[in-house]
Nanobody
Framework: VQLVESGGGLVQPGASLRLECAAS????????MSWFRQAPGKEREFVAA?????????HARSVKGRFTISSADTKNTLVYLQMNGLIPEDTAVYYC??????????????WGQGTQVTVSS
């Protein structure tokens, strides 16, 4: 499966962005989908995940209450990450990943190319 992210950009602190992740093919069984991010000089970190049921969600403590992961359909072919109240520490390349809800990047086989989010005044 191929994943394509979109929706990144340069915003001021306090602004909102919505990232999208589109899966190129529909599997007979839905994939669990996740978002990770990687800032310069740092390891890739878990942000949020949505299980294959399209309803069960997980969010990292650092973004809980500000970011929300959701799916446009029951097969998770289009997954969103709504980001509100952005702060400079959220600046990173955001990646979509498929196949797990694990918190570690090594658990995933499928990755998108990433989309840059920059929060700066």
């Amino acid at each position: 499966v191929q994943l394509v992210e979109s929706g990144g950009g340069l915003v001021q602190p306090g602004a909102s962005l919505r990232l999208e992740c589109a899966a190129s093919e529909e599997s007979s069984s839905p994939y669990a989908m996740s978002w990770f991010r990687q800032a310069p000089g740092k390891e890739r970190e878990f942000v949020a995940a949505i299980a294959s049921d399209g309803r069960t969600v997980y969010h990292a403590r650092s973004v809980k209450g500000r970011f929300t992961i959701s799916s446009a359909d029951t097969k998770n072919t289009l997954v969103y990450l709504q980001m509100n109240g952005l702060i400079p520490e959220d600046t990173a390349v955001y990646y979509c990943a498929a196949g797990s809800t694990a918190f570690t990047a090594t658990s995933y086989d499928y990755w998108g190319q990433g989309t840059q989010v920059t929060v700066s005044s």
